[in-house]
């Protein structure tokens, strides 16, 4: 099973809003990603969860705030978004960011509009 | 900086016959390589993943890896309408850096 489910498929929020992206595994796997897609553009990852603590962060604006409740889950929090936050936000999980054990599934996304 | 390139296309090949899909890649410690294919809409799928120079071969699909000349490619034998997708390749491991995609159009 490689599956990764992310809640709600989409999204519309005002610049004003506070919302929360949601991203769940039960693969047992250690490392889950968040990514930022663009239309025709290649996913640009934002945020790296290593055993629960954030390892990389892509210079994003703190109006993306993410989260690791725990092992099987993964938030992102959105608050005074921009209208060019706009995109595909798509998480992702794998057994750990090592060499040999990264290969990486993707959850469906989250579709969100910011108007 | 890490950079992964790709061909944008279109690249339209006929049904049944080989599409072949490159890529290169700028940082020479990249070990792991992961083919993704995306319908349009929807989230990236993995099709084959790779790590050692040479051929993997899964089914219709058959990945090449070449170190030395930081170059991977897919080969999808047998292209059938339904691989009509942009085909993204990656690299990384503790976050993946993909290239721009590579559109796919199989013409039946």
């Known amino acids: 099973d490689t599956e990764v489910t992310q809640t709600p498929k989409h999204l519309v929020m005002g610049m004003t809003n506070k919302k929360s992206l949601k991203c769940e595994q039960h693969?047992?796997?250690?490392?889950m990603y968040w990514y930022k897609q663009k239309a025709k553009k290649p996913p640009e990852l934002m945020f790296v969860?290593?055993?629960?603590?954030?390892?990389i962060n892509e210079s994003v604006p703190s109006r993306f705030s993410p989260e690791c409740p725990n092992s099987s889950l993964l938030n992102l929090h959105l608050h005074a978004l921009q209208p060019e936050d706009s995109a595909l936000y798509l998480c992702?999980?794998?057994?750990?960011?090592?060499?040999?054990?990264?290969?990486?599934?993707f959850g469906p996304g989250t579709r969100l509009l910011v108007l | 900086q890490k950079e992964v390139e790709q061909n944008s296309g279109p690249l339209s090949v006929p049904e049944g016959a080989i599409a072949s899909l490159n890529c290169t890649y700028s940082?020479?410690?990249?070990?792991?390589f992961f083919w993704y294919r995306q319908y349009s809409g929807k989230s990236p799928e993995l099709i084959m993943s790779?790590?050692?120079?040479g051929d993997k071969e899964d089914g219709r699909f058959t990945a090449q890896l070449n170190k030395a000349s930081q170059y991977v490619s897919l080969l999808i034998r047998d292209s059938q309408p339904s691989d009509s997708a942009t085909y993204l390749c990656?690299?990384?491991?503790?976050?993946?850096?993909f290239g721009k995609g590579t559109h796919l159009i199989i013409q039946p």
């Open positions: 969860y290593s055993y629960e603590k954030l390892s």
């Open positions: 940082d020479r410690g990249s070990q792991s």
């Open positions: 693969m047992g796997h250690r490392a």
């Open positions: 992702a999980s794998s057994r750990a960011p090592l060499a040999g054990q990264e290969t990486q599934y």
């Open positions: 990656a690299s990384g491991s503790d976050g993946l850096t």
């Open positions: 790779i790590y050692s120079n």
